[in-house]
């Protein structure tokens, strides 16, 4: 993913409100939306065989963003997509996981990690130092570390928290309010090593950068208290100029044991 904003814990009816938009290469294959074999929610990258953003039937959630930093490319052998995957599918408390990966974080290219289940979510960037637990809020994350105050990052924030003041909560309003193609000012761009014209249209929220690089997919997480999870996923395919759209939806399993005992 490369432009989240949510709302964790802080609402009366919903646990964890999430939007977001995923930017990549056209080119890179990915699948929709799916139920994995190993019982959890996502879309799959079709190259290196992880994901970006998920949830599991037992309450576990992760998501990831790229730091972007061009000025120091470099390549690496293990793939950020199974920080998402690899959580989703484990057993690992979240900060238990998250104190494994900060041993090898610089062994990945730059990246920010989020996860969580029923009790708690979590923080990991390897362009910071710690492990941070998040208290209950709205939060915004993008290319850069969490909170970062780009104003796409802004105006995301923002839509959500309009969204939440209406008690607007269907996901097509949240997707839509998520979907900018304004740039910003040349004068208060970021310096992430992209062109300047590149970073002027990497600053919209929905990208289209030389019709090869751009948003490609945006996705809504609805979980309520009493567990019931709504997800929706819109796929993009902006050189065809059409869309393909996937929900699903179910009940936190091990979230509502707890909630009962």
Known sequence: MCLLAFNWNNHAEYKFILVANRDEFFERPSAPLQQWDSGFFA????????????????GRFAAITNFRDLKNKQQFAKSRGDLVKNFLEGEMAPKSYLEEIEKEKMEYEGFNL??????????????????????????????????????????????????????????LSLMKG??????????????????PEQE????????NVGNYYGTVNSTVLLWKHTGEVEMMERKFDQVA???QDTKVSF??????????S
Do not use: C
């Open 178 to 195: 998520q979907q900018s193609k304004e740039t910003d000012p040349q004068e208060i761009l970021p310096d992430t090593g992209a062109t």
């Open 200 to 207: 002027k249209l990497l600053s919209a929220q929905f990208i």
């Open 114 to 171: 989020l996860v969580a289940d029923h009790e708690g979510l979590y923080y990991l960037s390897n362009k910071v130092e710690g492990i941070r637990q998040l208290s209950p809020g709205l939060y915004g994350l993008s290319n850069a570390v969490l909170e970062t105050p780009w104003p796409k990052l802004i105006k995301a924030k923002e839509n959500l928290t309009q969204h939440l003041s209406a008690a607007n909560f269907e996901p």
């Open 43 to 58: 879309g799959k990258d079709l190259r290196a065989g992880g994901t970006w953003l998920g949830i599991h039937p037992n």
């Open 251 to 260: 009940k936190v399993e091990n979230f509502l044991e707890q909630k009962e």
């Open 241 to 243: 100029g059409n869309h």
